[in-house]
């Protein structure tokens, strides 16, 4: 009979992205840190260019302590670390970066913290006594991450120090039953977590550092930082509108914007006719919303190659059908005696329904 082995007491979840380099450093890193503790490692990569989850292969051939989940056609750091951490079936799930920025001597110290029973969530802190942030890039990302902090913590409900954390552990089960409530887009799944609990998790700060990046690059860009805006707008709205409407109603707003910029100049510069410049001002407008709804609402689905331009094409359509219900309705409620800015708002509101309700499933294909 083959010899069973039980399921580790950790799983330390890697979500990673062009990190190959990085991959053998960290595992043996993660041997010495974790000596005499039941461990695996699980690599969530996103299909990178570079190879790494072929590198992560690699290293589980002679190791069946370090295992790999390679998603094809998905993109993003949260819902990486969901489906790692749901992969696990041992005591405790950590999750850490995959770019030896985080150090991993602060697993142990953790997971003694989680024994104890007494506490539901550790997190490596750079803001304690003991931590340190001085890996950040620059100036900038000094700005970032501290706005950040100061505004996550106006709606948390435990005190966190370091909420944009990306290095925390906590017990597999409650994790399970925390995924329910997970956004899982951007960055922020420790913010989510902690959100997303019916009742205040009980919180142990570790002190930690960030060291600087030595191989490879940062991926958290502008999207990222509005995608951590929408989730905080999704908490505080109670879940009530999809986060993914709010933003379809955003970037649509936007794009009346710069419809209405691109008719004035055009009726300064040119002698159109008025319907010729309106139909131009239209198209801009709706490649405009297409480009920005792509790489934003939809950012985890996006499309490329010749699969935008089909996409493209679709929402043209889907929005010019949503334009002529939105003109149509507005009109049938004026003509019953509806006062013009009740019926034209609720015309536009049904517009955007509709463009949003049928975009999401024909263009972009909400799973
Ligand atoms: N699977 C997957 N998919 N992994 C990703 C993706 C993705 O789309 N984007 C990033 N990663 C992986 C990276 O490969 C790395 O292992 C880890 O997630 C962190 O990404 P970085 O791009 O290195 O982020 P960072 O160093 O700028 O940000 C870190 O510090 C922030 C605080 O300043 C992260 O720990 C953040 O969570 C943290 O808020
Ligand atoms: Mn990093």
């Not at 953790?110 to 001085?134: I, K, P, Y």
């Not at 909420?163 to 552990?169: E, I, Q």
């Not at 002190?207 to 990222?224: C, M, N, Q, W, Y």
Request: glycine share 10%; aromatic share 8%.
């Amino acid at each position: 009979m083959m010899d069973r082995m039980p399921a580790p007491e950790l799983t330390v979840v890697v979500p990673c992205y062009n990190e190959r380099p990085n991959v053998a450093p960290m595992i043996a890193k993660l041997d010495a840190a974790l000596a005499g503790i039941a461990w695996e490692v699980v690599y969530v990569d996103d299909n990178s260019p570079d190879g790494t989850a072929a590198e992560v292969r690699r290293i589980a051939q002679t190791d069946a302590r370090v295992r790999c989940i390679r998603r094809v056609g998905r993109r993003g750091l949260a819902s990486a670390v969901i489906e790692g951490a749901l992969s696990s079936s041992a005591a405790y799930v950590a999750v850490i970066d995959g770019d030896l920025q985080h150090d991993e001597t602060r697993l142990p110290v953790m997971l003694a913290a989680l024994r104890t029973g007494e506490v539901d969530l550790a997190v490596a802190s750079r803001h304690v006594e003991g931590g340190d942030n001085a890996g950040l890039a620059n100036q900038w990302r000094h700005f970032l991450s501290d706005g950040g902090i100061w505004l996550a913590q106006r709606f948390l409900p435990v005190r966190l120090t370091d909420p944009m954390s990306g290095f925390f552990m906590l017990p597999r089960p409650l994790f399970e039953e925390l995924a329910h409530g997970l956004n899982g887009q951007g960055f922020k799944i420790l913010l989510d977590l902690v959100l997303s609990s019916p009742a205040p998790l009980r919180v142990r700060e570790v002190p930690a550092t960030f060291s600087e990046r030595i191989a490879g690059e940062s991926k958290l860009d502008a999207l990222v930082m509005i995608q951590f805006g929408g989730l905080l707008l999704d908490k505080i709205c109670g879940g009530l509108l999809p986060l993914r409407f709010i933003s379809f109603g955003l970037v649509g707003g936007l794009g009346i914007l710069i419809h209405l910029a691109i008719l004035a100049s055009l009726r300064q510069t040119t002698g159109l006719e008025f319907e010729v410049e309106q139909a131009i001002a239209t198209v801009f407008a709706m490649i405009f919303n297409f480009k920005l709804n792509n790489s934003i609402t939809y950012r985890d689905q996006r499309l490329r190659g010749p699969r935008l331009w089909r996409g493209l094409l679709l929402f043209m359509l889907v929005c010019g059908v949503g334009a002529i219900a939105n003109i149509g309705i507005a009109n049938v409620l004026y003509e019953s005696h509806t006062n013009w800015t009740a019926a034209g708002a609720i015309g536009a509101l049904i517009g955007v329904v509709w463009n949003y309700a049928v975009s999401s499933t024909l263009v972009w294909r909400a799973r």
